[in-house]
């Protein structure tokens, strides 16, 4: 199984990005997924997660700003991203993990930087 991140990059203070990440073969249609994200110097933390049926949740402080999604046709997980602050500057990583079993996949990473 692999995952492709990509979408990451350097933004200002209230803009927006979309993270995409491309599960090899049809993976992500059997899979819950989600996305985490490190900070420098901190623990990587839960951001967002969808289960295979399509239930989301999401870490309190992001709710209304963060959106994750899926389109199990194009296997892919997106997280949409918006009213960015400077807090949310990490490394975002994606995460699968196929319904019935405890293995998880992860993607390579990739890097939010929100600064002026």
């Known amino acids: 199984v692999q995952l492709q991140a990509s979408g990451g990059g350097m933004v200002q203070p209230g803009g927006s990005l979309r993270l995409s990440c491309v599960a090899s073969?049809?993976?992500?249609?059997?899979?819950?997924a989600g996305w985490y994200r490190q900070a420098p110097g901190k623990q990587r933390v839960l951001v967002a997660s969808?289960?295979?049926?399509?239930?989301?949740n999401y870490e309190d402080s992001l709710k209304g700003r963060f959106t994750i999604s899926r389109d199990n046709a194009k296997n892919t997980l997106y997280l949409q991203m918006n009213s960015l602050k400077p807090e949310d500057t990490a490394v975002y990583y994606c995460c699968v993990r196929p319904v019935g079993t405890s293995n998880d996949y992860w993607g390579q990473g990739t890097q939010v930087t929100v600064s002026s």
């Open positions: 969808i289960t295979s049926g399509g239930s989301t």
């Open positions: 073969g049809s993976i992500l249609r059997i899979s819950a």
